[in-house]
Nanobody
Framework: VQLQASGGGLVQPGGSLRLSCVAS????????LSWVRQAPGKERELVATVSRTGSANYWDSVEGRFTISRDNAKNTIYLQMNNLQPEDTAVYYCNTQVRFEPYWGQGTQVTVSS
């Protein structure tokens, strides 16, 4: 199982970014996937999850600003992040669990600063 995240960068408060995570090594359409973030000095926190059928759940702090989606034809999930705030600064990881084993991508840095 491999997860390759991309799309991070430096953005001003109020700006937007779109993260992508390309997956391989498993039957993508059969599994839920998530975005998880870790800010400096803090524990990892779940940001959003998309189910096999495409339904989404969000952490309270990003509800209404972030949108998770998936494209099964491209084995890819996305995280559209709007109205970014400094507290969104973190390394963002994509994550899935296949046969009860967790897998993580390498992470992509998102920095929100003026």
């Amino acid at each position: 199982v491999q997860l390759q995240a991309s799309g991070g960068g430096l953005v001003q408060p109020g700006g937007s970014l779109r993260l992508s995570c390309v997956a391989s090594g498993f039957t993508f359409s059969n599994y839920a996937l998530s975005w998880v973030r870790q800010a400096p000095g803090k524990e990892r926190e779940l940001v959003a999850t998309v189910s096999r059928t495409g339904s989404a759940n969000y952490w309270d702090s990003v509800e209404g600003r972030f949108t998770i989606s998936r494209d099964n034809a491209k084995n890819t999930i996305y995280l559209q992040m709007n109205n970014l705030q400094p507290e969104d600064t973190a390394v963002y990881y994509c994550n899935t669990q296949v046969r009860f084993e967790p897998y993580w991508g390498q992470g992509t840095q998102v920095t929100v600063s003026s």
